[in-house]
């Protein structure tokens, strides 16, 4: 099965830099890497996808970064805010239809103002 | 409207009882999942149902079986609650069995077993 592992699992930043948090997947046949913030005590929900046959993908601040051959992905968040504070979760699946996300173990970022 | 919406939002209960948690999407997608997050904030597939047929049972203990009355709904029920069962549940649906399309979660349910 997928196994995916993220780091780091905790990340501090002064509000306006970057964020940078990345991913290590394990199937050479996923080819779906969707990312979820989960604000405390709230759902996760998705910020950002990318699909394998794309090497990049922005949406305004937020930018995801995929290298097929390394297995690796990478979320990227530039200017933070401190409203970006919450745990992000990377997450990997095979468009099979009978397939669940594996997701990575967190990373939770703290945005200093 | 809520998206997936499950019941309740928190569940405490003595060890050995009997509970079940709810969930309904309204999404009209036909996949439904239920995760459980661990306090380390883990988050690992337990079940998935595509069209009421079960297609991912995880090794999870047998305590707790899932139940899909139709393609909207997916309980959860488990027996002979365990302290090691505390943990926030998490219903989620998408249009496909996870791959390629967003997964929508519920608001999760955090059990506490005392």
């Known amino acids: 099965g997928e196994n995916v592992e993220q780091h780091p699992s905790t990340l501090s930043v002064q509000e306006g830099d970057s964020a940078v948090i990345k991913c290590t997947y394990s199937d050479s046949a996923s080819n779906y890497f969707p990312w979820y913030k989960q604000e405390l005590g709230k759902r996760p929900q998705l910020i950002i996808d990318?699909?394998?046959?794309?090497g990049e993908k922005k949406d305004q601040r937020i930018a995801v970064t995929l290298n097929k051959t390394a297995k690796h992905f990478s979320l990227h968040i530039t200017e933070t805010q401190p409203e970006d504070s919450a745990v992000y979760f990377c997450?990997?699946?095979?468009?099979?239809?009978?397939?669940?996300?594996?997701f990575g173990s967190g990373t939770r970022l703290q945005v200093q103002p | 409207d809520t998206a997936v919406s499950q019941t309740p939002k928190y569940l405490v209960t003595q060890m050995g009882n009997d509970k079940s948690i709810k969930c309904e999407q309204n999404?009209?997608?036909?996949?439904m999942y239920w995760y459980k997050q661990d306090s380390k904030k883990f988050l690992k597939i337990m079940f998935s149902y595509n069209n009421k047929e079960l297609i991912i049972n995880e090794t999870v203990p047998n305590r707790f079986s899932p139940k899909s009355p139709d393609k909207a709904h997916l309980n959860l029920h488990i027996n002979s609650l365990e302290l090691g069962d505390s943990a926030v549940y998490f219903c989620?649906?998408?249009?496909?069995?996870?791959?390629?399309?967003?997964?929508?979660f519920g608001q999760g349910t955090r059990l506490t077993v005392v």
């Open positions: 999404l009209g997608h036909d996949t």
């Open positions: 997450a990997a699946t095979q468009d099979t239809g009978r397939r669940a996300l594996t």
């Open positions: 990318i699909r394998s046959n794309v």
């Open positions: 989620a649906s998408s249009q496909r069995g996870g791959g390629g399309t967003e997964a929508f």
